[in-house]
């Protein structure tokens, strides 16, 4: 595995997510339980609320070679914590401003709303960021 | 506690802080946890070697596919640590006597030939022992030793023996370290002051024998639904692989036949079973699931599908679209068997087209309704409680008062008072539990 | 164990039977895991959360002296709780504990990819012990239970839950929207199975509540704020009609909000004609005497009903379900109205007589010679209204023929829906809905009564459709759950809240306008202003820590090193392939 041939052949999309205990935390059970297949491509880290994904996480994640970030919580108006995740989409805004602002497809970041009932929904924006990374090709390594 | 000082601890229970659960399934056991956490003492009384009653059997339950040992085993510890919780498993209810506030229970503990306070559950004496008999816990489909648990999270983690099975040779005796087995242990009895009784005693399976026409007992390739749960479980007797039972080969084609020993006014089982149109659709699934790339064909014949529950009706739905489940309206009139590839005919009408239909399946599971237990009329006569038309205990005011019997302080829950699905039998068993804790808290006064 | 000593980490994964180790290969994940930084022991077991599997766990921290634990199984939503005691009962701190989902996240919803399922399992696992290492004890709070119900609803479900509640000697407050008891059970005739009138239950309910000492009724009246935690709620109840607000501290609550009846505009004709009516009005017309066909006030000769209206709707969402009491007591009446009527004739798709005595029903109306005939889904009912009254035409599954019928009167099997106002309902009490709009339970099988909010407990039509029975069952559920923290007295409360290193605090204000809770304010300490959290208030979103630009405010159990060091795990050397090592 020394050619970049070769690794991007073989390059699989690595996927940072963090999703709220609440919502798509139990969303993403409930594609598990109903056995809803998609890409293994995710990694998910459990928040309480997207009101704590500070946006320096999402940025993090990207600096040390993610592929892409997927930030998932419940739908405006049904958070657990009243209003967390409006402070997620305010921020989200900023942070959508900085990343483009630094050259980086935005496709490669995903706030998505789902619900503990919405397992297929989760499934989807996990096959949909998915196949957009896929599309932008691996980040930041193509260079190194 | 040695079983001498237990006893003698149980016959002086305080009856206004104690209630009795007959019962260890998954309805009895909530019933003891719910009383148990508000402070009161339980005793509850199992008659088999463990507690976890026909949901242990179980592989997967309805509408999420969960898996029932998953779910049910941390409550499984959670019952035996309770610290007001005194299990009596391997025990039997034969008499009661008094009223609410006051009842006077015999409890009668069959000898397990094992000390419970000595048996650490590590299995030593289990190669020693050179009798083979099928398990019953799985359907007969396994075995197991005169010395044996059930199943792996047997609760207690004790072991029993089989007196009926045991031939006396004394080699378990020997390989015990820490001296466990007594097979000179008599059964013995004891009377428990209680205040308050749920009675939680759950269901018997219908014996699918009964419909000679559907071919079980006489052709291999026809199974019950309880032993196809054991077959697809991983701690089953063929370790979750589903196969049938004439060559081992993995059945390429399914059918499910519903409504067997259910709604049939001739065969004494007038009502709906409540469960096996769920447990049917979630048997079919899983065999698309575990094997997507054999498995072709699953088709259900059913008469109405009764997907009432939460999630239930979406879950019919996913069968079709998702796993492609083929579903024939259709009562089956009856079966036969290819002799030469083992293979079983189903024959029936599909009703809503008019045709007459013979399917071939490799395998076929008849979906058996449940019974009252045989022990259920026994305890309602000695409680004094009506039994309804069907066998199961009567209540007189449903809709205001669904666990209260006609005698006060007694309390039913789960399948004793007719079928019910696990949540259904669960929410009875923290109800009754309600109840109960009502009568204890009052004293017995109603 | 003290935060300052070094971490040493035991990793057991789980083979959940064939659920996990069925696709991820365990024994290798196990292996792999040995070789992670700070992991004294890595192993694997058939099923974790067995008497075994716990008895594992203690046995190793014991003989090792592990100081973490990570357990590599199923969801923490389900089993979190249950692993927490194990490692407690062991000597160590439950925060000290770490859960890894292989099964709802890696096994089950990848089932055809073993490899990289495997590959993500070792990820996770790497993940995992990365933010052990870094995890830290934190004390468990106790509080005490104020000894008092709220109970939300009046309908039976509300009042079997404060009536038991009250009967066991507790104090139970019932909040009820309208100016009546009994809920839509008072608009029913008589119920199934037995035919008791439903005004006796409810009479009998309503009076003994308002006999009770102990249960207090608010009419009129709904719950306008909520505030607090399990075992100290604040709630303020505003009377509808007075205007007035009041106020009162409970322990635990039981939402019992039960449902409405479909209104089914657009659906056969509804609406269309005065003849068309739901099976809700016809048994209010049943309540309040007899049944007469609403255009001529007379009794009607030829009645038709049609099942699941607003029932089993696949694709159309809050209709999905079945509701569950429709076909029973829809056998129920047409039986009954057999007595005047010449013709009745049920149309249905299956026949869902699944209950106590509910054959029974079934087997009386087939024997009064109500006619059953099952319509093609695909193909429903159809409805045609013109000057000769009613036409209802469709296609008799069973004979394969095209059918007509001129009834006078036709019934609509409306619906179970969430009732109006659910919305409020799960913002005020952080109830989560499921797919049907009714609230969802902690978990479908086995904590049906309960909620994923710590002290709420649901019961009835709110948590799904159902009947009288199953709704009263279920009250009295709930009613042991909130008893059962009442009579304890006091409940162990999350320990995971904010707080502020005072050094690093600009007082910038950012985390006092983060906070949904109010919990955080700024104070002068020693002439210095900087943040505070209010403990009692926090419920632990971490908004504030994610907002504050300072990096003073820790969010315990979640802090930013915790989370970085997963991010760290994952990228740092997930990829063999990876950019920056080339």
Redesign the interface.
Known sequence: ?TTAA??LK???P?I?AFCC???S??G???????????P?NV???????T?????D?VL??LD???DGVLVSG?HP????????NL??RA?WALLETAIEGAGISPDRVRLQWA????GQRF?DGVKELTEKVRKAG????KW? | MTEAEKLATLSQMSPTQTALVIGGGVSGMQASLDLADQGFNVVLVEKTPSIGGAMAMLDKTFPTLDCSACILTPKLSEVARHPNIELLTYSEVTGISGQAGNFKVKVLRKARKVLEDKCSGCGDCVEHCPIEIPNEFDQGLGFRRAVYVGFPQNTPLVYTIDDENCIKCEMCVKACEREAIDLAMKDEEVEIPVGAIVVATGFELFDVSKYPRLGYGEYKNVINALEYERLINAAGPTAGHLLRMSDGKIPKSIGFVQCVGARDVTNQVPYCARVCCMYGIKNAVMAKELQPDNVKNVTVYYADIRAYGKGFEEFYNMAQTRFGIEFIRGRVGEVAENPKTRNIEIRVENTETGEYLQHEHELVVLCPGILPPKELRVIASELGVDVDSDGYLFVEHPASNPVDTKVPGVFVCGCAEGPKDIPDSVAAGSAAAMRASITLAKGGEV | MGSGESPKVGVFVCHCGHNIAGTVNVEHVAELASEFPNVELSTHFMFMCSDSGQALIREKIEELGLNRVVVASCSPRMHEPTFRKVVEEAGLNRYCFEQVNLREHVSWCHMKEPEAATQKARDLVRMSVARASLLEPLEVKTVSVEPHALVVGGGVSGLRAALDIGDRGFRATLVERTGNLGGNLAKLSTLYPNNEPAKDVVDRMSLAAEASENVTILLNSEVTNFDGHIGNFEVTVKNNVTEEESEMKVGTVIVATGFDPFEPIGYYGYGDSPDIITLSALEEMKRDGTVLRPSTAQPPKNVAFISCVGSREEGVKGHEHCSRYCCTAMAKVAAELREEADEVLMLYDDIRTFGKGHEDVHRRARQEHVIFSKYNKKKKPAVKINDSGIMLKWNDVLSGENCEFRPDMLVLANAMVPPEGADEVAKIFSLTRSADGFFNEEHIKLAPLTTHTAGIMIAGAAQSAKSATDSTTQASGAAAKAVSLIARGEVEIESTVASVIDELCSACHTCVTACPYGATSIEATKGVEVARVTEAKCHGCGTCAAGCPSGAIVMRHSTDDQISSMIAALLSSAFVHGGGEK
Not at chain 1, 43 to 49: E, K, L, S
Not at chain 1, 51 to 55: A, F, M, S
Not at chain 1, 115 to 118: I, K
């Open positions: 595995m070769v690794e073989d390059w699989e690595v940072v205990n609440w919502c935390y139990a993403a059970d409930l594609a598990g339980t109903s056995r809803i297949q998609y293994p990694r998910i880290i459990r928040v309480n609320c009101g704590r994904v500070d946006p996480f993090d994640a040390q070679g993610a419940c108006g049904d958070c657990h914590y009243t209003s967390g402070k997620m921020r619900s503990a009932s919405e499934a691996p980040f930041r390594r190194t």
